[in-house]
Every structure is written in C-alpha cells, then in structure tokens.
C-alpha cells in the first residue's frame, strides 16, 4: 500500500482534474516504453518490457502435445504469470498469489478469445501439427520484476512483444503412418516459423480517479481510483476481452464512454508498440 | 480390507460415451449452434433465463445463508461474522470482507473437475466489495463462503446472485443487492443465461454484475471477439435480466420475512 | 463446585438467554433434571429425519439426508478401473467425507475440520468392513457385483459426502446419507469397444439395438441385503441423551456412537474416552435406543425410495 499524505492525495486528484498529471502527463499519455526482445536464452520467445518504473518479462515456450478432443483443430495456449518478491513487499510468502491469479486469469481473457477459441489474439489453427493428434502447446509466462502500476497493459505489451519474438521449429512428419499410430515427427532444429502477432490485441486500462479516467496510472495514482476498466482491442478496433477492476460500481453509460476513450488510445499504444518492437528486433539482430 | 480402497489409488477413467457417437454428435452440433434459427438444448428462447429457485436460511449454524437452483446449477453461500479478523491482520477502521468459491468433486460431469475455478474467489469478492458498507462493521471480517453442488452453467453469476442473498439474510448492510447475470455469444446470436453445454462452444461472453436500482455496474468481464453495437446490446440484455432477477430476490427476502418462525 | 453455587445464586436474576451462554452446563442439568431438553425434546427422543433420493443430477447415485439442522448431501460416481491382482474379481468403494467451510463458524478454508478425517475413516470402517465378511455375514455392499470383466475391469465407486450444516450427531447424519445413496445408485450401461476400452451406452442404443449387448445388462442395482445404521448419544451423569445437537456436544463431551444392521447385530462401537465412564448398563440402554431408533431409520429410507419411485 502507498501512504500518501492528504496534501498528496489532494495534488495528485487536482493534477488530474486540470490534465497535468504529477509527472507531466496528460490525462490519457502513456510513459515511456521500452521493449527488449531474446532477453532469456532457453525461451522460444521473451520480451522485457518497462513503463516507467514498471517492468516486466514475458517468455514463450512452445511443447507438443495434444489437443483438446472437443476442438481437434487447434493448439493449446495457457499463461501464467508470478509476482516477484523483488518487485514489492507484499508479494513475499503467498502474498503475491491472489494478484498472480487475477492477472492470469485476466490476461487469458484478453488474449484467448471465447471458449471455442473465437476472437484470440493468437492463430490457435496455426499451431496445429497433426489434426486430432498433435499439436503445439504455448506456455507463456510472465513475471513482474518492478511494479509502479499498470501491470496489465506492460504484461499485455511484454506477451505481444515475446509473442513477435518467437520461433517454433518447424515439423516435418512422417508420411505413411496409419490413422490410429501416433504420428512419427521429425523436430527441425534450424527452421523455425515465425509467428503472426499482428492479430495479438493489446490492453488499455483506464484508471477513474474523480470524475476522470486516465491511462497508465502509476502506483500512486491507483491508489486513489474508484474502479478502473481494462480493455483488450485489437489493430480492428474489435473489443477482444475487458473486465472491471475496483470497488466502485459504475454507470453502464460510464462504461460505454470508457470503452470508446480506450479504442481510441489504443491506436496510438499500438503504433508505439510496434515501432519499439521492431526496433528491438534490429537491435537483437545485431548485437 | 477396510483401507484398502483408501491407501491403494488405481487409475480409474468415467467410462466416456463411444467415439463414434461423439463424432457425429460433433459434427451436428457445432453448425447447429452456428445455425440462426437453432433450438437451445433445454428448449429455451434466446432470450430467457433458467427460470430461478431461491432460499434464505439454508444453513443454520451461519449467520446468514441462501441456496439458488438455476436448471442445474445449485449453489449454497453461507455468510458468518462480522467475526473476529485473523490474528495477523493489521488493525483497519473498515471492515474485511473474505470470500471463498469451492466446488464439490462431484460438481462436474467429470470428477474432481472443479478445481479449475481459483479466480472465482477474488471475482466474487470484486463483485461484492462495492456494495458492501465496509465502514458499517470496523475491525471485524465477515466471510462469504460458497460451495457449488452442482454445476450447470453460469456458475459465477449465481455464486453472486446467491451470495448477495446470504448477506442480506446476516443483515450486512449493503448499498443494493448485487444480481449477476452472463450472455454467451454463439455465432451471430447471444444467449443469456447458459448452460454448460453452449458454454463450452460459445465464442464469447459477458458477465454483468451491477446493483440494479442505483444503475451501477460492479463487475464486468467480457472475452472474445465483440463490436460495440454487440457490447451495448448485451449489455442492455443484462441489465434488464439482473433488473428482472433482483425483483424475485427481493420478493425471496419479503417472504422470509414475513413467514411465521418456526 | 464454587462455579454451581455461584450459578445457582444468579440464577434468580438473570435472563434465560444470558444464563445459558454463562453457565451452560448448568442450564442443560437443570433442564434434564425435568427429563426434558431445551429443544422440547424427551431425553431418548431423536430430532425430525428426513431423506431425499436423487438430490444430485450429475452423480450416479445421491442423497440428502437431514436430522434436525445437521445436512449432509452424499454422491457417488462410478469410474472403471483395473481390479487388483489380490482381488481381479472385485470392484473398490473409495469413502470421502468433507466438511466445507458452508458448514460451520468453527471451518475455515483451506483448514480441513479436525472431525473431518476422523467421520472419514469410521464411515470407511463401516461400510468397507461390513462387506469383508461378505461371505459368512450378509453385508452391504458385495464387491464382486463391482466386476466387470475378472482381471480387466471392474468399478470403482467414489462415495462424497458433503456437510452442508453441521448441528451435532454428524456421524449418525453421514452414514443415513450413505446408505441412502447406496441405494439410490443406478450403474450406468457400459459396453466394450473395439479399442477394449469400457464405454457407456445411452438408454435408446441398448434398445435399438444399435450396439452389442451392455456389460453389465441386468446388474445395474446392487442388492443391499443387510444396512446399518448409526445412534450417537452423550452419557452426562445418570442421563442419556439420544441424538445431540451441537451444542450439546460441544458442553457434554462423553459421545457413544452404536452402529447396529437391520437385523439387529451390531456393527461398531465407539467411545472415544470422555470424562464419564459407562457402565454396562449405560452401554446396554444406549443399544436399546439404537435398536429403536434402526427401525425409524429403517422406514424413513423404504418411504424415500417408495417416493422417488412414484415420480
């Protein structure tokens, strides 16, 4: 918890009500980003991202297994993400583990669709390797190594950026293997597919602090919101996940403004992101 | 011969239904459910709610609990406090509210499946937090424990419903109930209210959880792939259900009133 | 026996509700001294039981049993297993008992209940032990209805039992529940694939004839010959009291729990230490109230099956 003084309170609700935020941000600017790709060497994919004084690391590893029988043509994906004890007091002993879950359970909302997979950021088809049989499963971690607020929307941007980062080694199966065999597959361990991440959404929080939201709250400042809306958009425009955050309840027009606010801040998160992205990829490639 | 059973676990599986029957009810199923005209597997309109049982006074030892029947799904919320806080809590001039979603082995089709469901605890206490007057009871915890006994569908949503219920019935002081209602999205079509067969094929889904007469929503989740138009018309399909589902659970508590005590 | 005196004194000017959380000892003697309880019951008598088949629709077999305020909601779900070596021609009955955090002020979760494992192992005892000597004595369940195919497959029945409400005697409560779902248990049809795995078969294809004959066709009940059936009672001074709520276990800690079958013979007996020793006598009423009490119990489930079969 951050103590904050009631002259404190008072500057940071002030500073958003006249749109000059206590670092000098306007209402909906985001902080400084900065991505860095390939960071973990025995990952298929990881990204570093910091905003501001929030960082985090997300990183891919890619498995065969097999898919679910009631959707034989798609692979698996789950996410996971961990509280570093580093990052914050109370993430010491089980401290950190209700956050880890909610963060989780809010990023597969995001980023995985519907349950039938409809709406995923990621092409769950192009995972498949054999129908039925056999397929990739992707297990994506993140961990929180500092946090100053906003976790969702830096772990959203790490994920697409480790995402983007990512080779899984193309398989070559065998021909001739019988219906009901398990397939004989051969790992290729020079080529590797690319994964298409342009369909990957990214996810805006607008935190409601008085009668106003802003975007990328610092840790201070969520501590004076009401309630904050999270939403995933993706390069369309379509919504891909959203949930509510905080005590306060919130009129449905509120709610319908929010989500308007943040597909429109989203546009310029997602131009952003993939300019630093492929920045990153150039450096990564040359150093 | 008597722990025989216990100390020995064999690997056992639930017989499934024959692979060949599956497949073709696969097949039929998912263009069915793609279909514009389908019919919903209970025989429902789209627009319909299971209709719903609800009880206070389940648990006698709690303070206050509720029982809910939708269809299938059936959930019991016992409330107990404001109780002592834990011992390594710090002091706080606000009341703690604690809740805790728990499913029984035989909750699912397929046993000991519901230990999936680890986030419901903190959605069902993000739910409820906004509309409990924490300040009412300072220094002191009251749990919210749920057990479904049996899971049909819309789990979290009924947890919600029924746990708003169990506080009512401990007499917490809240700003409103709290109803929750969830819409699937199937194809082109959305579906309130669902059951666990169009959950598992559904592409999307809303979860609203509001205070239906101050008109403030406290908890929304949403996943898959929407439009706005969709999002305002789902929404609106909910508020007006939880509208709808807030009169019977006022009309439950009216009749636990005014019903002669044993 | 300062605290009685001192009671006794106060008795005159306090309010009843105050006087029972004070000295509560001392306002259940002098409610038995009357032969009566504060729930209006005689001291032998056992509170209102009720029991449903079938509360649970996704279980094989399910109960709900009620005694006075103590609920307890038993499912069973058979699974297919590979029989034992020891035994290729016998199925398994795995017993389960929870007391989930719904139940009691005194449960929190992810703290099991301390009674929780101790019902769990006498419900075990119980029903496993009565059906071990199956073959001299007419126990409940017999394990070789569980088979299968010898050697191949054979069932494995998980029995849950969930306390919803916990208010005393929750023993007694627990096996009634298990009994009754027992009974209530329907096998599914299974058939054998072509892959020799165990599949189930719905109702129309066994009548259509669509596949090869079920398994198990005509072994979709098991005979129950011979049920037990559970009284707790508290041994306080002279009295006995049949049945005990949970406050009366909580203030009179001496519990003797009876097990006897239908025919009369007993089962089990349990007394767990306690500050009152019992004499034969004691022990000898308390198996008359069991005895009493098995013919209830024994009615209360006949009219529960006879219901579920009406609808």
Not at chain 1, 2 to 25: P, T, W
Not at chain 1, 170 to 178: C, I, M, R
Not at chain 1, 183 to 199: A, K, M, N, R, Y
Not at chain 2, 34 to 61: E, I, M, Y
Request: net charge negative; glycine share 8%.
């Amino acid at each position: 918890m951050v103590g904050l003084s009631v002259g404190e309170k008072h500057f940071i609700q002030g500073g958003i009500a006249q749109d000059l935020r206590s670092d000098g941000r306007k209402r909906l600017t985001y902080r400084p980003i900065s991505v860095e790709t390939g960071v973990l060497a025995q990952a298929n994919g990881s990204a570093r991202v910091k905003l501001g004084g929030t960082d985090v690391i997300a990183s891919v590893k890619a498995e065969l297994g097999r898919p679910n029988h009631l959707y034989p043509d798609k692979g698996k994906v789950s996410i996971y993400v961990d509280c570093s004890p580093t990052a914050a007091p109370m993430f010491e002993g089980r401290g950190g583990e209700e956050l880890s879950a909610e963060l989780s359970a809010a990023l597969q909302r995001c980023l995985l669709g519907g349950r039938s997979g409809a709406g995923a950021g990621i092409n769950l088809s192009a995972l498949i390797v054999v129908e039925g049989k056999m397929c990739w499963d992707l297990y994506i971690d993140g961990l929180v190594v500092s946090s100053d607020g906003n976790l969702l929307d830096a772990l959203g941007a790490a994920i697409k950026a480790a995402l983007s980062n990512t080779g899984i080694p193309k398989v070559n199966v065998a021909v001739g293997a019988s219906a009901d065999e398990e397939p004989e597959v051969d790992i290729s361990d020079e080529e590797f597919l690319q994964f298409d991440t342009s369909g990957v959404p990214v996810i805006v929080t607008l935190t409601k602090v008085g009668r106003h939201y802003i975007a990328d709250a610092t840790l201070e400042e969520e501590s004076q919101m009401s309630s904050a809306l999270s939403v995933s958009v993706d390069r369309h425009g379509h919504i891909c996940g959203m949930m509510k955050r905080g005590g306060a309840g919130l009129d449905p027009s509120v709610i319908l403004d929010m989500i308007s606010v943040s597909k429109h801040v989203s546009d310029q998160l997602i131009a952003k992101l993939d300019s630093e992205i492929s920045a990153a990829e150039v450096d990564e490639a040359e150093s | 011969m008597a722990g025989k059973s216990s100390s020995i676990a064999p690997t056992t599986y639930s017989p499934s239904p024959t692979l060949k029957v599956k497949k073709k009810q696969q097949q039929q199923q998912q263009p069915i459910f793609k279909d514009v005209d389908w019919v919903r597997p209970d025989g429902r309109s789209f627009q319909h709610c299971r209709p719903a049982f609800l009880r206070t006074g389940a648990v006698n030892s709690a303070s206050g609990s509720a029982y809910a029947e939708f269809g299938n799904t059936k959930v019991i919320v016992s409330v107990f406090g404001p109780r002592e806080s834990k011992k390594a809590m710090m002091f706080s001039d606000i009341g703690r509210l604690n809740c805790n979603v728990s499913y029984t082995t035989f909750a699912s089709s397929i046993r000991g499946q519901g230990s999936e469901h680890k986030e419901f605890s903190s959605m069902l206490h993000k739910a409820l937090e906004g509309a409990v007057m924490l300040e009412s009871f300072p220094k002191t915890t009251v749990d919210v424990f749920a057990l479904v006994l049996e899971s049909g569908g819309s789990d979290l949503p009924v947890v919600i419903s029924c746990a708003s219920l169990a506080l009512a019935d401990a007499g917490i002081m809240m700003f409103d109930l709290v109803t929750s209602v969830s819409v699937s999205c199937l194809g082109t079509n959305l579906v309130i209210d669902p059951i666990t067969e169009e959950e598992s094929y559904q592409d999307g889904s809303l979860m609203i959880t509001s205070m239906p007469s101050r008109n403030e929503v406290t908890q929304l989740t949403l996943s898959g792939d929407w439009s706005t138009p969709k999002i305002h018309e789902a929404m609106q399909l909910c508020l007006d259900a939880c509208l709808k589902l807030g009169e019977i659970m006022r009309s439950c508590l009216r009749e636990a009133t005014s019903a002669p005590h044993e | 026996m300062g605290v009685t005196d001192v009671s006794g004194d106060m008795a005159g000017e306090m309010e009843v509700d105050a006087f029972r959380r004070l000295f509560p000892l001392r306002f259940y003697e002098r409610h038995l001294s009357e032969s009566i309880r504060p729930d209006a019951r005689p001291l032998g008598k056992s509170r209102d039981t009720t029991v449903a088949l079938g509360a649970v629709a996704s279980a094989d077999g399910s109960a709900l049993a009620k005694i006075g305020h103590t609920t307890m909601l038993a499912a069973i779900k058979m699974e297919v297993m590979t029989p034992t070596s020891d035994s290729p021609d016998e199925g398994c009955i795995a017993i389960d008992f929870h007391m989930p955090a719904i139940c009691s002020p005194l449960v929190r979760p992810g703290r099991p209940a301390e009674e929780a494992p101790v019902i769990s192992k006498q419900l075990t005892d119980v029903i496993l032990s009565f059906d071990g000597c199956w073959l001299f004595s007419s126990g409940m369940v017999n394990m070789k209805e569980l088979c299968l195919i010898p050697g191949k497959a054979a069932w494995m029945a998980y029995l849950d039992i969930y306390c919803l409400d916990a208010d005393g005697a929750l023993f007694d409560a627990a096996l009634l529940s298990a009994v009754a779902a027992f009974s209530h248990l329907h096998i599914p049809a299974v058939s054998l694939n072509d892959e020799g795995r165990v599949v189930s078969v719905s109702e129309e294809q066994v009548e259509g004839n669509s596949i090869k004959e079920p398994l198990n066709k005509g072994k979709r009940k098991l005979t129950l010959s011979s049920t037990p059936f559970a009284l707790t009672c508290i041994l306080h001074k002279k009295y006995i009291l049949a049945d005990p709520t949970a406050e009366e276990e909580s203030i009179m800690e001496t519990l003797v729990t009876v097990v006897l079958d239908v025919t009369g013979r007993l089962v089990s007996f349990y007394k767990p230490g306690g500050a009152f020793l019992a004499y034969t006598s004691a022990v000898q009423d308390c198996i008359a109230l069991t005895r009493q009490r098995v013919k209830e119990l024994q009615k209360i489930l006949i009219d529960a099956i006879a219901d579920m079969e009406l609808d």
